[in-house]
């Protein structure tokens, strides 16, 4: 992004990435934010219009996201049966996905991630060469909240596939042999990486970007 601050805290319509992420965080009981070192307490006074609506915790993060992931973790109570891991920079994400994801993994799913369908034709390449072109047909962009079974992510946490470099949870339950159901995702759910995506974000606030309707998978 190029901000002189985490992404989380830059600005959208004058309040935090991160609070309106959670704003959207529909039947949620306990949140647990992964923070920056050394922002905790910044990170605690935005949270609390959140903290008048659930439990809300903040701990220091790690250098990656497994180790942030674990860090927030352990700090949810031991007696939540459902864990959405999500990010702060998905601020968009509507309630509806949220109630998705839970509903799913309350029917018996362990592992559920919110995706759309690739719509761009996708390379394999290799040393600047092009060596395969995989069937978008089967490929799906995966976006957050991802929802677990409470005690299937911790055992996953306390011992991750070795030789793993994951960039999301869901794919830690896949490596470790774990079905991962998906359900539909939400294009407003983009997430906001550079700072093209935050006048998409105004836009979508405004009324201005209509979401296109997706297909179930």
């Keep these: 992004m190029g901000a002189a601050r985490p992404k989380a805290l830059v ?61 927030a973790l352990d700090r949810v109570p031991g007696d939540v049966d459902v864990v959405l891991v999500h990010d702060a920079a998905r601020c968009l994400t509507p309630p509806a996905v949220f109630a998705d994801v839970v509903r799913a993994v309350r029917a018996g799913a362990r592992a559920v991630v919110p995706a759309l369908p690739v719509t761009d034709t996708i390379k394999q390449v290799r040393g600047g060469v092009v060596v395969g072109t995989p069937d978008r047909r089967e490929l799906w962009a995966v976006q957050t ?5 409470a005690a299937l992510l911790r055992a996953v946490h306390a011992d991750p596939p070795a030789g793993l470099a994951v960039t999301d949870d ?5 490596a470790a042999g774990h079905e991962v159901l998906v359900v539909p995702g939400s294009e407003h759910a983009f997430k906001i990486t550079r700072p093209i995506d935050l006048l998409l974000a105004e836009a979508v606030l405004a009324g201005h970007a209509p979401e296109r309707a997706e297909e179930a998978p």
Excluded: I, N, Y
Aim: overall charge negative; glycine content about 12%.
């Design 11 to 71: 600005e959208l319509a004058g309040r935090p990435l991160l609070v309106h992420a959670l704003s959207r965080a529909a039947g949620v009981d306990v949140v647990v934010v992964a923070c920056p070192p050394g922002s905790s307490a910044r990170v605690t006074s935005l949270l609390a219009p959140v903290a008048g609506r659930c439990e809300v915790h903040v701990v220091e993060g790690a250098p990656d996201r497994q180790g942030s992931v674990r860090a």
């Design 145 to 149: 909240p991802q929802g677990f079974d």
């Design 170 to 174: 869901a794919g830690m339950v896949e």
